[in-house]
């Protein structure tokens, strides 16, 4: 489960691509295909194994302006998803 201190890491087998208005991820193990909107594709630059969760949310809040505890229910959630989709370790 992804908590505040997790360092989630991108997956090595997953190759990411920036389309027109979305970003897509590419899972090679499954094929199975992600398009991220703008923050999404924020989110997914910054797990880069090194940053907990905390310190990910802290940067979204302080680039787009918004609440740090409602950033960080959503940025769970998505990390969540990333994880079922085995995009992240």
Known sequence: MINRESCPKRGDQVIAQKAANDFLLLNMEDGNYYSLNEIGSRIWEL??????V????????????????????????????????????
């Open 47 to 52: 797990c880069d194994g090194n940053r907990t």
């Open 54 to 89: 905390s310190q990910v949310v802290t940067t979204l809040a302080a680039e787009y302006e918004a609440p740090y505890a409602t950033l960080e229910n959503d940025v769970i959630e998505l990390l969540d998803d990333f994880r079922n989709g085995k995009l992240i370790a």
